[in-house]
């Protein structure tokens, strides 16, 4: 009986050592992990403040966001604070970036400064409008943008446009970062290296994209002020050689439009991210295009002066000595200090107070940046975005540092090869707004938001990009490249995309939902 009892004391024992193990396995890799990093099938973002630790919630609290990609349902939709739609992009686009942009129509391009001006505003103002009008979805349906591209492209091929566009972000983020990093060493160009202030810039930029929604808004909605009185000061001390342009003949067709696909790249690609900044805010009684003007007009009113001042100062370097000096040792920056150099030390202030003015592009294009990487794989819609935006630091540093010593080749490399991707992209969710789905966002069903086989194949979408690539090739003038139809005309890559695209998808995904039965 004694042995009897031991052996069941034992059993006892085991059974219960093994229960714990399970349990904490369990824990670790069964529902207190891998349930962690699984999403459920039309999860959408849910707030449950009991179940986070004090110091969370404090987080939380104190306006870190916590969600990610998950959609947003209408009644956490309730920013009414629509005016800050202007601020976000008005203050991302007010800031030394659009400069060296705009310098490229007279200083690379050719062009005078007045078809330069010309060309900027006709191509802005047509460009503005895709993103714009991609933003009020955000608004409407509670998607991501990336998210909603699901609706035409599907769970899997959706994947083709988000690795374009976390790129053609990063691409801004290293814009920004090299200009502003050039304009710190300027002040110093013997014991300051561009890398130093690239790192500087990126480490900033960091800590806003860091905590979320309301602190990019918030940032945006003050930054401009500062950047705009740093640059009215810059041309009113600096601006006295302006009228100094160098003598061009009259642009030609193949300038213009050339130069007009570099300008369709730097607008259209907003189309990408638009909807990112706008899923909070609330739907009910507010015009669509009041969200449509705030949207567009401060993409517009933020870049377009800019991007023409830079064209004056591109025309302007060759026969202003100082400024062609030191443009040649640290770009645009380098500018900016001689053209503040009248004002001593104070002047020194304005270049740095400049070399900042680029956080608030960094800040916000990384924020989409770590959205994006989040739709890589199901599992990493639960993993926390900080994580997401350090890696996007670790990378961006060194590829800035590398792509700032060819930083104008690198420019006009990445703007006119941008533009022909997001002319695809922004083609197939509008057509699909509009036509398919006759601009009805509850079609945008959140119960299916990350389900594949609920959601469109795809092939339509995709099929209509690959379709376009036949006259884009030819169509298209890189830098290393330039296409039979292209050196007639001209880039027209931009075009093509975005034309040959939509007619394509039409008629791809009329058959596609024919067989399908629905959307």
Known sequence: MGDSALDVEKQDFYERKTAVQDVRSKSFFGSGFISRLSVKDGEVYEVHPEKHP??????????VEENGIKPVPLEQRTVTQYNNLFTVFFASLLNLLPIPTGLLATYVYGMSLRDSALTILFFALLTCIPPAFMGIGGMETGLRQLVQARYSF?????????LFNAATMTGFCLASAMVGGQTIAALNPDRVAVSVGIVIVCIVSFVVSLLGFKAVHFFERWTWIPNLISLVIVVGCGGKHLHLQAEQPPATAYQVISYGCLIAGYF???GGCASDYTVYHNPRGVSKIKVFLYMYMGLLTGAVPLLILGAAIGGAVPNV??????YEVTGIGGVMDEMMS???GFGKFIVVMLALSVIGNVSLTTYSISLNIQMLLPPFAKVPRFIFIAITLAILIPCAIKAAQEWEESLSNFLSLIGY????????????????????YSTFDH???NVGRKLPPGIAAIGACICSMGLVVPGMAAPWFTGPIAKTTGDIGFEMAFAVTAVCYVLFRWIEIKVRGRF
């Open 342 to 344: 009248p004002a001593g």
């Open 268 to 270: 259209i690609t907003f």
């Open 447 to 449: 119960a299916i938001w």
């Open 321 to 326: 000595a100082s400024w062609e000096k030191a």
């Open 54 to 63: 004090k110091w969370y919630q404090r987080l939380l609290d104190a306006g």
């Open 154 to 162: 599907g769970k899997y091929f959706v994947m083709v446009p988000l």
């Open 421 to 440: 991707w997001a002319g695809c992209f922004d083609a197939v969710l509008i057509v699909e707004l509009v036509l398919f789905r006759r601009m009805d």
